[in-house]
């Protein structure tokens, strides 16, 4: 560039801070997210013959799955809510952070093709995933909300002002999984059995969560680890606030809200750090 008076339109710098989340960055690039967001959306259901009704099928077929194995034959108690509403709240839940989990956690691994071809700011890959996944949520959420109706005209549940925090619990759940991804994402680039091990911690992540069961039916020691798990003060809110079930209690919220953003952040230090050197490693 001879002419000073031109400037360039785009400057690459090294990145200084670790805790820099490049927001602005990321915004010019919206144009970009909304594209990811929109082929991992339309590739979930292409190529199939039922397409987005898959969207609830889904989560209905588990639903009656968890019903029958974990209602009918286990007897697991659901504090006095309908079963088939408890569960399918649980599904709902579970299913959206799972695939924003899964999804953010192959960045790296399955981007890696166009990282080393192409710049643009690395974390709009695990956004765009964790908005597509809100999509899908939000499809879901409709199915429960109908089913939620027909309870609450029959008077078999009694909702209550903890309602109003959903929007909270979900983005508090997009963080988490945010965070948690991109700390699995990171070092999967070095360390490639995390990868292998991810689905099946995931399975068994979900059952050290009350998504199947509710906080209550814990005892003893198991009560008390699981007050730390940063999803059971989401999930047990959540029902309460919808189904006026459960042993929930802000405190509970609160020390989830505490260990999702200190996750978080070390998920952001992770990722800033590794997205410098990752291409000599994948």
Not at 23 to 41: G, N, P, Q, S, T
Request: glycine share 8%; net charge positive.
């Amino acid at each position: 560039m001879n002419d000073p008076q031109q400037k360039w339109t785009e400057t690459i710098e090294t990145q200084h801070s670790l805790f820099d989340l490049k927001l602005k960055e990321v915004w010019r690039y919206k144009d970009l997210v909304y594209m990811f967001v929109k082929r991992d959306f339309v590739s979930s259901f292409k190529q199939t013959i039922l397409g987005p009704i898959w969207f609830f099928i889904n989560p209905i077929l588990t639903t009656i799955v968890y019903l029958v194995v974990f209602g009918k034959i286990a007897n697991l108690p659901t504090d006095g809510a309908p079963p088939l509403l408890f569960y399918l709240a649980g599904v709902t839940l579970w299913n959206y952070f799972a695939g924003s989990l899964t999804g953010t956690s192959y960045t790296f691994t399955g981007n890696a093709s166009i990282f080393g071809k192409v710049y643009f700011p690395r974390l709009v890959t695990p956004i765009s995933i964790v908005i597509s996944n809100l999509m899908r949520l939000a499809v879901q959420f409709l199915l429960f909300v109908i089913i939620w109706g027909y309870y609450l005209s029959k008077d078999e549940i009694h909702p209550n002002v903890w309602i109003l925090a959903t929007p909270f619990l979900i983005a508090l759940m997009a963080i988490f999984a945010l965070g948690a991804g991109m700390l699995f994402s990171s070092l999967t680039t070095k360390y490639k059995d995390l990868g292998m091990l991810l689905g099946f911690g995931v399975s068994l992540f979900m059952y050290a969560t009350p998504v199947i069961y509710p906080a209550s039916a814990l005892f003893g020691p198991f009560k008390k680890i699981s007050y730390y798990n940063p999803l059971t003060g989401i999930f047990e809110c959540f029902k309460y606030g919808w189904l006026g079930v459960g042993d929930f209690s802000p405190l509970m919220l609160g020390i989830s809200t505490i260990i999702i953003f200190i996750l978080f952040t070390i998920g952001l230090v992770t990722f800033n750090k590794v997205e410098k050197t990752f291409m000599d490693t994948v």
